[in-house]
């Protein structure tokens, strides 16, 4: 005999599935949108470059990908997994914001943090002319 799905569940389901595709959307603009600092200010933002090396990477240009920007990979890995996060803790617990009283969570957190760190300070380096310079935009 089935087990009848509560209420509570289905609604988190439905969270779930939202979240997911809140992520898909953004993930999938990530190609369509230009950068609105370099569109506007004509400087590259922290993230600049990002898109570039990681369409490098998947046609096998490492050397390409790695001079765009080096922390392109680890920065797409820390957001995926941020964004996995989100989905399985919406499911478990019908909000995304549950994910801070879990460890996977607050680990997905601080990792992405760290990452957007080192992203900035790479950014402050290459304004200063280190590192190949600043992305052309």
């Known amino acids: 005999m089935p087990r009848a799905i509560t209420p509570a569940l289905t609604s988190s389901r439905r969270v779930a599935l939202a979240v997911a595709a809140v992520w898909m959307t953004a993930l999938g603009a990530l190609g369509l949108v230009s950068c609105p600092t370099a569109r506007h200010l004509h400087v590259p933002c922290p993230g ?28 797409a890995l820390a957001q995926l997994a941020f964004a996995a996060v989100t989905v399985v803790t919406s499911l478990r617990h019908g909000t995304p914001l549950s994910l801070w009283s879990h460890r996977y969570g607050r680990a997905s957190v601080y990792a992405l943090a760290a990452v957007f760190a080192l992203d900035l300070l790479l950014w402050i380096a290459r304004a200063a002319g280190l590192f190949g310079g600043p992305v052309a935009v």
Request: hydrophobic content about 45%.
């Open 48 to 75: 600049c470059g990002m898109t570039r090396a990681l369409a490098l990477l998947t046609s096998g240009d490492l050397g390409g990908s790695l001079a765009m920007h080096p922390l392109a990979v680890p920065t």
